[in-house]
């Protein structure tokens, strides 16, 4: 016989998509009530939660440009066009700038002007989750803004408020750097307007004293060719007295937060880096020191980077003053040649060309000054947005969350699949044997019929265990199978009846048939009452023996009589006729009940008495079904199924493990039972229904037959 590996068992086992699809179908009420239930859910979320809409805006990021210096013959985007100044791109900078907490919380506070400092930092971060800017493309210095808000009219506002405070602190924050600034160009001019003044007065009383009036067309000769070096010590000397103001100003300021100046024309790039840092870190500090005190770490930490800055400051602007004095130093020694020629100017023209040399270089300075001092005030009156908004605040007006339709959608599909991985899962756990399809793929023994499950037939369970062993079951053992009834338990007993006659009766055989089972509750008995009376309507000479001397549960149907098959085969008595039950409504039908409970039911039933027995009814009726106990606990059915030509093994769906059927397969194999069939019972009426009326393959056909 064809054996299957465990592998192919295991394949069999698993289950197919068609037996999920049949067994949907017969639990149908529990996609409904999922179904509903997850509508329900979801109409209950989207009731309770509140509509969000979003609106999108784009603003321009002005660009800044290095070397743009008011004053000169040409504007810096006349530079940038021609090539000669670059754009410093700060678009990422100004992104990340506006979703900073700084900026969003100080938006809170325009909405809500009562919100305090914790309050609109913790709305702040809770608008940044709700914020998205992104830069349009590399070289795009324009910015996307998409905000999500309950209302299109405060995603509006956001948008509106986030530009304006991102302009009103930037311009806030120029606007300190130009007073730093403007402080230090006054103090300065103040003192070069009184050196200048003592200059003056010097050459005055010079003149006055040595009565010079014009020493110019004396020197003309010899100036020309100290022009160049004199032009030179001029540019150098301002670049040195600048850097040692500075100089000596970082070092009078030590602790004081003052700005520093920019642009001072040092000509030194990097000394101008640093000093741009050092401002745009006190400014900082400035403003976190608003609302704390110094002991703040933050703040202390703050200080520390500032000191190390100006240490850096100080170090840097002091290798200018060096290298400064180097050239100047070359430069005069240049001059003292050239000076040298003028061999026959008298000493007075020499000390006023000096002190009029030094009134031309602290006049150079303090005009330059004016001049920065002008194009600060032009920074501080003309101060220009750093962004501005060119697509203004605009949307749908549908909600985009919560999504409605995805919702319900995904709420329907989750109630369609939550019964399929249920009942998925839970099949694919059960290991008992469920319907025909699983005996049929996991044996070939043959089938002869199935039994709906019958609510009256279930087991029922005693309410207190017995104290010394397990507790018993009992069943009130129903008999559903009456004449002219059209339902589907007696269209069952029919196909089966009809099954048993189309066996029929090989050669030798007597008719004789065992009614057996593994465990206690696969309805034995139910299916040998029924049986019998299905044989008995249709006109066939029944006779139900009762194997079952230790309980006696068919007989009990009948009531059963003080004696029967026990007595009989106790030698109580000799004529089994006697001792037989006939139920009025069924002539064809005779019962021999097991009368009285021996001790000795296996000794009983080993004797030559039962061979007897059963070779006598075999010739008086035609069907001699005999209702056995359980074979895997007792030997009783063994004794009994040596005297029987046939065995009916009753499997419960439900009850048998599937892997015992490749067990049963062996046993009947190894001669344990003859000609053994399988009648399942308890199957769901659901799967029957489906394959009786074109669902699968109707019974006709389905099931191998024995001969």
């Known amino acids: 016989m064809y054996k299957k590996t465990p592998k192919q068992r295991d394949m069999d086992d698993f289950l197919s998509v068609i037996d999920l699809w049949r067994i949907c179908l017969s639990h149908w009420r529990w996609f409904v009530v999922t179904v509903v239930l997850t509508l329900g859910a979801a109409a209950y979320y989207l009731s309770v939660t509140p509509d969000l809409f979003t609106r999108e805006a784009a603003i321009l990021v002005r660009q800044e440009t290095k070397g743009n210096n008011t004053g000169h013959g040409l504007h810096g985007e006349e530079f940038n066009s021609i090539g000669l100044v670059q ?58 803004l ?63 004293t040595n009565r010079i009036t014009d020493l110019e067309q004396a020197n003309s000769i010899y100036l020309k060719q100290q022009s160049h070096s004199e032009t030179e010590m001029l540019r150098l000397s301002n670049q040195l007295q600048m850097a040692r103001y500075i100089l000596d100003h970082l070092k009078q300021t030590r602790t004081n937060y003052q700005l520093l100046p920019t642009n001072s024309g040092i000509n030194n790039v990097m000394a101008e880096a640093q000093i741009q ?37 100080v170090a840097t602007i002091e290798n200018q003053v060096k290298t400064l004095d180097i050239q100047l130093q070359s ?29 031309k270089v602290k006049e150079s300075l303090y005009l330059y000054l004016l001049q920065k001092k002008e194009e600060n005030e032009i920074s501080m009156t003309y101060n220009s947005a750093f962004t501005q908004l060119i697509d203004m605040p605009h949307g749908s007006d549908r909600p985009t969350a919560p999504n409605r339709a995805g919702i319900m959608v995904a709420a329907l599909i989750m109630g369609l699949l939550l019964p399929v991985v249920v009942l998925f899962v839970k099949e694919n756990l059960n290991n008992t044997v469920r319907d025909k399809h699983d005996i049929e793929r996991h044996t070939r023994l043959a089938l002869i019929g199935e039994v709906p499950f019958c609510a009256e037939a279930r087991p029922r369970r005693r309410r207190l265990p017995h104290l010394w062993g397990s507790r018993r079951t009992a069943t009130s053992r129903p008999l559903v199978v009456a ?53 008995a309507i249709k006109g066939r000479r029944v006779l139900l023996i009762d194997g079952d001397l230790r309980h006696a549960s068919a007989s009990r149907k009948f009531g059963n009589a003080d004696k029967g098959l026990a007595d009989y085969l106790g030698e109580q008595t000799d004529d089994y006729r006697e001792l037989l039950v006939h139920p009025e409504e069924y002539d064809q039908l005779d019962v021999l009940p097991v009368g009285t409970l021996p001790p000795n039911p296996t000794e009983l039933l080993a004797g030559e008495r039962l061979g007897r027995l059963l070779d006598t009814v075999s010739r008086a009726y035609e069907f001699v079904l005999i209702d056995c106990p359980p074979n895997n606990t007792l030997a009783d059915t063994g004794i009994i199924s040596r005297h029987a030509d046939r065995t009916l093994f009753i499997i419960r769906a439900g009850l048998f493990v599937r892997a015992r059927l490749s067990d049963l397969e062996e046993e009947v194999e190894n001669g344990r039972y ?22 699968g393959r109707g019974y006709q056909g389905d099931y191998p037959y024995l001969a």
């Open 277 to 313: 840092q050092y401002n745009n870190m006190l400014l900082q500090l400035k403003k976190n020191l608003i609302g704390t005190s110094r002991q703040n770490p933050l703040i202390i930490k703050s200080e520390t980077e500032l000191d190390d800055l100006r240490r850096s400051i």
């Open 146 to 208: 998409t905000c999500t808000a309950p209302s299109t009219h405060e995603a509006e506002q956001v948008l509106n408020l986030l530009v304006q405070v991102y302009n009103e602190l930037s311009l806030w924050e120029k606007t300190q750097v130009a007073k730093g600034a403007s402080l230090f160009i006054e103090d300065r001019l103040r003192i070069l307007k009184q050196e200048l003044g003592i200059v003056d007065d010097s050459i005055s009383a010079y003149k006055q």
């Open 674 to 695: 003859k000609h053994l069939s399988i009648i399942l019972n308890a199957t769901p009426a659901s799967n029957l229904y489906g394959y009786r009326y074109g669902r």
């Open 87 to 144: 754009p410093v791109s700060n678009v990422e900078n100004v992104r990340r700038e506006l979703t900073s907490l700084k900026v969003l919380s100080e938006v809170m506070r325009h909405l809500s002007p009562k919100l305090g400092y914790e309050e609109s930092v913790r709305r702040a971060e809770a608008l940044r989750k709700n914020l998205k800017a992104t830069i349009e493309n590399d070289k795009s210095t324009i910015i996307n």
């Open 331 to 359: 430069l005069q020694g240049y001059n003292a040649e050239t000076g040298s020629k003028i061999s026959s100017s008298p000493n007075q023209a020499k000390q006023l060309v000096s002190i009029e040399r030094e009134q």
């Open 483 to 535: 004449p002219g009834r059209q339902d589907l338990i007696n269209e069952s007993f029919r196909f089966i009846r009809t099954n048993l006659e189309f066996m029929g009766t090989g050669k030798g055989e007597r008719g004789i048939y065992v009614v057996t089972s593994a465990y206690p509750g696969s309805g034995k008995t139910f299916v040998s009452l029924n049986l019998a009376l299905s044989l």
